[in-house]
């Protein structure tokens, strides 16, 4: 009750008597105001003071946490991550809040290689993304055994142009009638008015001129001659590579804002240092397993596993986002046994129903490879490289 009081008193005070107070002690705070932002302006721009904000957008978490390990402590530079984690990025649907942070991002890093190159058709102007796949030597999937041996590639964009409920025209390896969003995410180049009149003899007349949006994909005859086969998009699981992706982290955002160079400089450093040392000590995991052949869930590790001495024989999934067939499932038995395998990595992003009732079935052993993390046990980067590593080669506490 007093307290009460007392505050009513004050106020009142201050309502009645302080007025013309309030007025001069307001324009004295705009002439200081005035002083100050002109005496900031006139600073030289290597003083601490200018740091402008800066928003970094990125896709996956990987990214997010490089990024993340690049900037540090500088509070002006903030960090999105898009895809969130636990999901799929190549069944992601973009948010409107997605679209917004893009579209508001001063930079934005991709992955690139077809992986999530739907974030340049969202916004007009491209030249804020950075397309990290540019600075990596990339694999074709070609190299993937599995590829190769069993899976059509052609008819996987058949299945997604099927999945997007587009009409799959098989002999022109062409899907009509999907977004041109839809498109480039399965890759394809995108025309939104392709003659519907474009696969026929010019004999023909009895077709009417139509503007249809049509994806197209490249046949392999086509992809070798151009010399650009479909290219395996999982890069950032080299360690190497990610080096190079830092790096390019490091200058890209430095270009945007110098007054942070000296600490994202020496936050590089430090980070590129960490990343060595990881790789030194997989590489030492790496050497006592004895089981170098793998199949994992998703092809999406065929980096790590050249890096560090393993061999991918088949993938469980035998196109991407789908149940493998009976057929597929039959092949893979003959694997299992050619390899003399005894686990099955499964994917957290993944469903393992049916990896779970073939490896029950086959005597096999699931174990979990995280290409993406950003769960409890894989939240960074290289706390990623570490649960893979020691779910493979088991952790030096557990004595493998
Ligand atoms: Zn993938």
Request: hydrophobic share 35%.
């Amino acid at each position: 009750m007093k307290v009460n009081l007392k505050y009513k008193e004050q106020k009142l005070d201050f309502d009645k008597r302080s007025l013309p107070a309030l007025i001069v002690f307001l324009v004295l705070l705009m002439f200081g105001l005035i002083l100050y932002f002109s005496w900031r302006s006139g600073r030289t721009p290597d003083e601490e003071v200018a740091k402008k904000d800066i928003t970094v957008v990125t896709t996956i978490f990987p990214l997010y946490d490089m990024v993340r390990n690049v900037v540090g402590e500088e509070d002006n530079i903030k960090v999105v991550q898009i895809i969130s984690s636990g999901s799929s990025p190549h069944t992601f649907e973009p948010s409107i809040q997605n679209r917004e942070d893009i579209s508001n991002a001063d930079i934005v890093f991709i992955v690139g290689a077809g992986f999530d190159d739907w974030v340049k058709e969202m916004i007009e102007d491209d030249t804020n993304i950075i397309d990290l796949s540019e600075y990596v030597d990339l694999s074709s999937y070609e190299n993937v055994t599995i590829d190769t041996k069993m899976s059509n590639k052609i008819s996987k964009f058949g299945t997604s142009c099927m999945q997007f409920e587009g009409i799959w025209l098989s002999p022109y390896n062409e899907c009509e009638n999907i977004t041109k969003e839809q498109c480039s995410q399965i890759g394809g180049t995108f025309d939104e008015c392709a003659s519907s009149c474009r696969n026929l003899d010019k004999e023909e007349t009895a077709c009417i001129q139509v503007c249809v949006p049509v994806c197209k994909f490249k046949s392999d005859k086509e992809k070798s001659e151009g010399g650009s086969a479909e290219k395996d998009p999982h890069f950032w699981l080299s360690i190497e590579n990610a080096k190079k992706i830092v790096t390019e982290i490091y200058n890209n955002i430095t270009s945007l804002s110098e007054n942070n160079a000296q600490e994202l400089y020496n936050n590089t450093i430090r980070y590129l240092t960490s990343l060595d040392e990881t790789k030194q000590y997989i590489s030492s995991r790496a050497e006592i397993v004895q089981e170098n052949q793998l199949i994992t869930y998703h092809n999406s590790f065929e980096y790590f596993a050249r890096e560090f001495g393993f061999e991918i024989v088949a993938t469980f999934e035998e196109h991407e986002g789908q149940e493998p067939s009976a057929k597929y499932l039959t092949e893979l038995i003959s694997i299992v046994e050619e390899y003399q395998i005894s686990t099955l990595y499964k994917q957290p992003q993944m469903s393992d129903e049916v990896l779970s009732a073939f490896a029950e079935d086959n005597d096999l052993e699931i174990k979990t490879l995280d290409p993406l993390g950003g769960g409890e046990r894989t939240g960074s980067y290289i706390d990623i490289l570490l649960f893979n590593i020691h779910s493979i080669a088991g952790s030096e506490t557990e004595g493998s």
